[in-house]
């Protein structure tokens, strides 16, 4: 039987499904430790509040100065993991934030607790900006919409399993000896990361062109195709060796803008769904829990759809505006319904899958505007910057629950989700005229 040399030549799809096998199981499960030791103050809340130094106005301002600690840390750890390689840079990452998130169980009153938050926040810098770039090295443009999506989904997931476990411990650590309940959710959730992150250097592979798992031939697929886009993205003006080209971007710090609005959103539901629950549905610590795995869970099936049809369709700027004004109406539609325990969580599963569905999708755009060191600062500049929305949005949502009750701050994340889709659409406009000069 003759063989051409074209014949030979591997199939694109089983190459990146390979990749996909191989590298994501690693990246969601870190990812899901590393959203979990984030928001499980949520949860630690329920506790805590029998502590004379705690209150409402602490827990926010302790759940958002995490941000301002991610915020100064953010570039530079981005463009070290540019440097150094992803094996070296997020292993350290994963150990120092399981750490300082263990550490958070011996806070003694407000200034411990938000310079341990801050901490938490430096520690951490770095991590999902790093592996929204390290996912550039193996994935081209038309892949990255499902692949981030996959990726993302550890947030979901982290809420299905780790609103369970974190209500589980909560009920059965008050018979446990030593800690309070809430000193051991953070004692034992920071634990897993501090392993898992030991175990990385064996676990993944820096770049494509080093990774002993593939032949020659899958290798050259992979560069044919990001060495492809690279040259479509030069061609089109896009950015590629300077720092200085991604500060200058009025397209990136407009993405910036989105991100906050969208991220406003994500941690409304993140950091205040336990207390949403509890104070609707149920007082039991466990079934806050399981109840809380439920819009998780809506979250998962939905983005992994999202982003799939994103990617098979080519189409970017509606599929993203449409989902945030979607989370716009779940969100005021539950504010309306505040005291009614069977609409509002349906409201909030529609409003956290389309949170989910806007974060993860969110990143195809600024992936588009820059390559090479410009890229791998632009996309931590968009997170850091970004991620004031996790520093607002408690803040806010207490300020408003304090003054005018707990559906006013789900309506500002409503009305904030609504903000990003208009700024969204407008973005994606802006490019399309501009990738057409």
């Not at 059965?172 to 898992?196: D, H, N, T, Y």
């Amino acid at each position: 039987m003759d063989e051409s040399p074209a014949s030979l030549q591997p199939v694109p799809a089983a190459v990146y499904r390979k990749v996909m096998w191989r590298i994501m199981p690693v990246l969601f499960g870190g990812y899901i430790l590393a959203y979990l030791d984030r928001v499980n103050v949520g949860f630690a809340k329920l506790g805590m509040r029998e502590e004379p130094w705690f209150s409402d106005a602490v827990f926010a301002t302790g759940s958002g100065i995490f941000f301002i600690g991610y915020l100064l840390f953010e570039v530079p750890g981005n463009l070290i993991l540019h440097r150094v390689g992803a094996r070296v840079w997020i292993t350290r990452i994963m150990v120092s934030w399981g750490l300082v998130s263990s550490l958070l169980a011996f806070s003694g009153g407000p200034a411990s607790f938000y310079a341990l938050r801050f901490l938490l926040g430096a520690a951490e810098a770095g991590f999902f900006p790093g592996i929204i770039l390290y996912l550039t090295y193996w994935f081209p443009a038309h892949y990255r919409a499902r692949i981030v999506a996959m990726f993302m989904t550890a947030v979901a997931f982290a809420g299905i399993f780790g609103s369970p476990v974190s209500g589980w411990i909560l009920e059965r650590a008050a018979a446990w000896a030593g800690p309070r309940p809430w000193q051991w959710l953070f004692l034992v959730e920071g634990v897993p990361s501090i392993l898992m992150g030991l175990t990385l250097p064996w676990l993944l592979t820096d770049r494509p062109s080093v990774a002993r798992w593939l032949s020659e031939a899958e290798k050259a697929v992979i560069r044919r195709d990001i060495e492809a886009e690279e040259a479509a993205k030069q061609a089109a003006g896009v950015p590629k060796a300077r720092l200085a080209d991604a500060i200058r971007s009025p397209m990136l710090w407009l993405c910036c803008l989105i991100y906050v609005t969208f991220t406003i959103g994500l941690y409304g539901v993140s950091f205040w769904m336990p207390q949403i629950i509890q104070s609707t549905i149920s007082q039991d610590s466990f079934e806050v829990g399981l109840f809380a795995a439920i819009p998780w869970t809506c979250a998962a099936l939905g983005m992994v759809w999202f982003g799939t049809r994103s990617d098979r369709t080519g189409e970017r700027r509606w599929h993203l505006s449409i989902a945030a004004w979607a989370g716009m109406l779940a969100f005021l539609a539950s504010a309306a319904w505040v005291e009614r325990p069977v609409p509002i969580l349906l409201a909030l599963s529609l409003g956290t899958t389309a949170v989910m569905c806007v974060v993860s999708g969110f990143w195809t755009l600024p992936s588009a505007l820059l390559s090479g060191t410009a890229m791998a600062a632009g996309l931590a500049l968009v997170n850091s910057v970004g991620n004031l929305g996790g520093y607002l949005s408690p803040e806010l949502f207490a300020w408003l629950k304090a003054r005018h009750g707990l559906g006013a701050g789900l309506a500002f994340v409503g009305l904030s989700l609504g903000l990003g889709g208009l700024l969204n659409a407008y973005a994606w406009g802006r490019r399309a005229v501009n990738a057409s000069r």
